[in-house]
């Protein structure tokens, strides 16, 4: 017996006891489909929230006056007065905070760390209900008396259930399925369960899950007949070899229920086996394969005369040969995301529709993997991640993350006590859903260190199964595992892992341990953190990916942010994140760190990832003059040819179309492109006859309609330009207009074509009022910005090692935000030095601009040059060269009239581009409204930039205002927009968007450069070819307006 509190009575101790459970429980087994009768107790049940728990010391007073600890067992207990609350449901959710409030952390324990106990302050939920036991259920059969099972899928934190009055037991494992026998319990007639849930428990020190806490019976509960003669379990073990498959079944069912009859109709397979012994493995000649591509699934029945269970089976071998992880003999490169089970408004609670969906939306996305972090999912998304094809690492249940803030001290991964509850949980989790095709390795949990209980998990799980491997990634020695995982490695890590014969330290290793983690395949179980805006260089991690065979790809962190929907208190929607529910302490807004927000909107940094990691690969050649364009198409898939997909081409002069068409991709054998090859394809397009910049553009689209997307569907996308645009002389390249330039003070108002200036000061522009351009060195933080989880490439060489010898760390220190801050760059001031006009035709502004208490300045000089073409401005951004560090951006920006609501342009689009997150955007014509310019994420930062700008046109509705035609700079670089409601302080002032003031301007940013996106909010910092280096810059715009 675990060791129980002094404070504690009988009935009360196993809130702290760190076992798994006790009671009737029931052995761990499948999630079958069955024609057992079931009876579902989801619904209303009659519910009532106490602040502690009865029986304790520390619970005195919690219940009403005179009613004893567990009177609410009772069939006869009077809950009239009790509310009624929906079950699968979380408490906090229900009741408009009557029932409490979530809590957000991440690391952090909301509670005193004192394994096994939790504070007297426990709220604890009271749910009762009744049901009729339909007849026949406790019929009698060969093997006797039929049994009644009740069955929990998922409740937080613990939980003690009765029947009748009598108590069955408690369960622990919020994520992990549990039966208790309730046969003796139940009579025929009407029913009663009392079920008392506890917020905190000793399962909480194992559930730190980076998640919102949220109590509750959040999944279902049902009441299952199981026949005397029935299959209690099935196990129908797969593989596959060239064309063959293999079926070893595993069958668990009494004496009495025999013959059992296997049936597999499409494969021609009808076995009976007259007793348990005559069980066998059956032969398949000929099969379809199972993979992530083609999610080749078999309908099978295993029955007895009293129960027929059917479950859908699909072949596949795993296995590891070297450091290769391989499917049915070929590598498997994870494009994959970690996926928690959040909703905005029912948290936990499963929503298929919704579910379905989110894999749609993956599918879409070229997502081809799934982590689920950290605990099984429903089952239900397991049986649709193997009909619509993902590779899944199925989590346990487990991660004790507070215990690193303290050392490990007390960790439960290395303590005795908690070895049952640690076998426990990786029992229930392979034991439910081991029929799953799709599940390809088995983690033993997350961020949990290390020690004798994962390595007894990891243990039994390979005499369990021996067809899938072993994950988990806090293992660094490699002790027990069986790949070699990392989380957020940087880049000079990764390649170091890759590279044949590296002898670079690894984290957490000896010599000799890190070199055998490089005979190992290598995944990056969580990188390229997703929070806010970002992740920037995927691309690069991909390249690392393609170079080396050893790495095999990785999860994205992660696949949705996990906002609570909410409002203000007049009645404004909103998504709450950590703290905005009083928590005592939380981790902000670091549980909005999705590819997909909350309310499902995909992130620019889905597209980007999509692109990268898109399974066909488009690379032009012969593009330059003279040469002979095509097109090589490579294909990266696993096993899948290229015969599902077209292929089309499209030319365009300056963002204009010229003539499209549909290329014919074909492998040697005329047949389509198979998987790992590759055809250079021609290309009949030609830059003959066109006068500007001509692209080339290759979809390769959906022929006909899948599952999850409709036909013309794009897969992979790639972009070529045939033809650079004309060179345009510029105003300035033969210097500035002759004449003598004279001062500018007093001269009062000038008119230089759609611009009016007053005293060198711009104040109207095509007949409007405006302002600008003013310098603006600022952005509005991102979550990488401010974060500082890893140290920082501002100061260092990103490939200097640390006092480890590992690579890529960076130095320690502020993050970027905060040196911004510090350097005022948020809050510069303008003193103007200088106003000159040259006779009526041009004008020059010099102003300086610094911040208070800075002695680092930055000049300014505007040209405004009104000729032929039209009104020209030139600006030169010139720092003093005290600068160090990096800027969050270069440019200018202008105040103009909330009615400039819209923008159309030629440049790249049509999503946001940054420095290192540019694959997804390519060069055409694009218009969008000032809303649908900015991505609303649920703390504002900055959002909306688009780069390589060509032209910009400013609507007023559908109405043309003025135009900006944009110039390359002397190294050939383009500028980039942003047209926005709020300026980038104001942005950065909100931590909510209902924050923002209302708008009063609209704000046009013209940016000579933008500084990278990174992930430091959780990973390595911007690149430095992606950073911004304070540094001498230009713009150049040519101006008009229609007439």
């Not at 906002?563 to 529910?581: L, M, P, Q």
């Not at 033809?723 to 033969?734: E, M, Q, S």
């Not at 040059?865 to 160090?884: A, N």
């Not at 694009?926 to 909306?944: F, H, K, N, S, W």
Request: glycine share 10%; aromatic share 10%; proline share 8%.
């Amino acid at each position: 017996m675990s060791p129980r509190p002094a404070e504690a009575t009988a009935s009360t101790a196993y809130v702290t006891d760190p076992g798994p459970g006790e009671g009737r429980r029931v052995p761990a087994r499948s999630w079958l489909r069955t024609d057992a009768p079931s009876l579902s107790l989801d619904g209303h049940w009659r519910f009532r929230l106490l602040n502690g728990v009865p029986g304790t010391l520390g619970g005195r007073g919690v219940l009403p006056p005179g009613e004893a600890a567990e009177a609410m067992a009772a069939a006869e207990y009077d809950d009239t007065t009790w509310a009624s609350l929906t079950v699968p449901s979380h408490w906090v959710l229900q009741g408009d905070g009557s029932y409490g409030r979530p809590i957000y952390t991440n690391v952090q324990f909301p509670f005193p760390i004192d394994p096994p106990f939790v504070p007297d302050e426990n709220p604890t939920g009271d749910y009762r209900r009744t049901f009729e036991l339909p007849d026949g259920w406790k019929a009698n059969g060969k093997g006797g008396e039929s049994r009644v099972a009740l069955r929990f899928d998922g409740v937080e934190s613990r939980y003690k259930v009765w029947v009748n009055g009598t108590e069955i037991g408690w369960g622990t494992g919020s994520r992990l399925a549990q039966e208790f026998d309730v046969t003796d319990a139940v009579s025929t007639g009407t029913n009663t369960i009392a079920v008392r849930v506890h917020q905190w428990s000793a399962s909480s020190y194992l559930e730190d899950q980076d998640q919102w806490w949220l109590p509750g019976i959040f999944r279902s509960v049902t009441l299952l007949s199981r026949p005397a003669d029935g299959i209690e379990d099935v196990w129908l073990r797969t593989g596959y070899n060239d064309g063959a498959g293999t079926l070893e079944p595993e069958v668990k069912a009494p004496a009495s229920s025999y013959p059992v009859r296997l049936r597999v109709p499409e494969l021609g397979i009808d076995v009976e086996w007259a007793t348990p012994g005559d069980v066998a493995p059956v032969p398949v000649s000929v099969v379809e394969p199972w993979t992530a591509e083609t999610p080749r699934l078999y309908d099978a029945t295993v029955a007895s005369k009293a129960e027929t269970v059917s479950l859908r089976i699909g072949f596949r071998t795993v296995e590891i040969v070297g450091d290769q992880f391989l499917v049915n003999g070929r590598k498997v490169v994870f494009h994959g995301v970690n996926r928690h089970e959040t909703h905005p408004t029912h948290g936990r609670v499963f929503d298929e529709d919704f579910a379905r969906e989110d894999l749609a939306l993956m599918k879409r996305s070229n997502v081809n993997a799934i982590r689920t972090s950290h605990y099984p999912p429903h089952p239900r998304l397991l049986e649709l991640a193997d009909e619509m094809g993902f590779w899944v690492i199925l989590e346990c249940d487990l991660e004790t993350h507070g215990f690193e803030r303290h050392g490990w001290a007390r960790n439960p991964s290395d303590e005795p006590m908690w070895r049952e509850a640690f076998l426990d949980r990786i029992e229930r989790t392979v034991e439910r859903d081991k029929n799953r095709p799709s599940i390809v390795m088995w983690s033993l949990g997350n961020e949990s260190g290390t020690g004798q209980n994962l390595a007894a998990m990891s243990a039994w799980v390979h005499a369990r199964d021996a067809g899938r491997p072993v994950h988990y990634e806090n293992d660094y020695a490699g002790a027990y595992t069986d790949v070699y995982s990392r989380m957020y490695a940087t880049l000079p890590e990764v390649e170091t892992i890759g590279r044949d014969g590296d002898t670079t330290p690894l984290l957490g290793c000896s010599p000799a341990e890190g070199a055998r983690q490089r005979t190992k395949p290598f995944v990056l179980c969580e990188y390229v953190h997703a929070m806010g805006n970002g992740p920037g260089n995927i691309s690069l991690y991909e390249d690392l990916v393609a170079k080396y065979p050893r790495l095999h790809g990785g999860f994205v962190w992660e696949w949705r942010d996990h906002g609570i929907a909410a409002r203000t208190a007049d009645g404004t929607e909103y998504f709450a994140y950590g703290g905005d529910f009083g928590e005592e302490i939380h981790d902000g807004n670091f549980v909005l760190d999705g590819l997909v927000l909350s309310d499902s909107t995909p992130s620019p940094g889905l597209y980007e990832f999509k692109t990268v990691v898109a399974p066909v690969g488009l690379t032009f050649e012969g593009l330059e003059p003279g040469g002979k364009p095509f097109i090589r198409v490579a294909n990266l898939r696993h096993n899948a040819d290229l015969g599902d997909l077209v292929f089309r081409w499209r030319l365009e002069d300056d963002g204009e179309p010229v003539a499209s068409g549909e290329l014919a991709v074909d492998g040697l054998d005329g047949g389509p492109l198979a998987p790992g090859a590759s055809a250079a394809v021609p290309l009949p397009v030609s830059a003959e006859g066109c006068m500007g910049e001509v692209w080339v553009t290759v979809e390769a689209v959906l022929a006909q309609d899948a599952g999850w997307a409709p036909s013309g569907h794009e897969v992979a996308s790639a972009q070529g330009r045939l033809a650079p645009p004309a060179k345009r002389p510029l105003p300035f390249a033969a210097g500035l207009p002759g004449g003598a330039w004279r001062q500018g003070e007093g001269a009062g108002l000038l008119e230089l074509g759609p611009a009016v200036f007053d005293e060198g000061r711009l104040v109207t522009l095509a007949g409007l009022p405006v302002d600008g351009p003013r310098l603006e060195l600022f952005r509005a933080p991102t979550d990488n910005d401010r974060g500082e989880s890893r140290g920082g490439y501002i100061d260092t060489d990103p490939w200097a090692p640390d006092a480890d010898g590992i690579p890529g760390v960076g130095t320690p220190g502020p993050s970027s935000a905060a040196r911004w801050h510090a350097a005022g760059l948020n809050r510069l001031h303008g003193r103007v030095e200088a106003v000159e006009v040259l006779d009526e035709r041009a004008l020059r502004v010099r102003t300086r601009y610094a911040a208070a208490d800075q002695v680092r300045t930055v000049t300014v000089e505007e040209q405004w040059i009104l000729d032929p073409e039209g009104l020209w401005l030139r600006v030169d951004i010139l720092p003093s060269s005290d600068w160090d560090g990096v800027w969050p951006r270069a440019g200018v920006r202008f105040g103009l009239p909330t009615d400039v609501d819209a923008a159309s342009w030629f440049g790249l689009g049509p999503h946001e581009s940054y420095p290192d997150s540019l694959e997804a955007a390519h060069v055409g014509r694009y218009a969008a409204g000032i809303d649908q310019l900015a991505v609303p994420y649920a703390r504002p930062q900055e959002t909306g930039h688009r780069g390589g700008l060509r032209s910009l046109d400013l609507l007023r509705g559908s109405k043309p205002w003025v135009q900006f035609d944009a110039f390359p700079d002397a190294r050939g670089r383009l500028p980039g927009f942003t047209l926005s409601r709020n300026t980038a302080q104001e942005l950065a002032a909100a931590t909510h968007p209902h924050e923002l003031p209302p708008a009063t301007r609209s704000w046009l940013y013209l940016d000579a450069a933008q500084h990278g996106l990174g992930t430091r909010s959780c990973g390595p910092d911007v690149w430095p070819e992606s950073a911004l280096a304070p540094e001498a810059r230009t713009l150049t715009f040519r101006l008009a307006a229609p007439k």
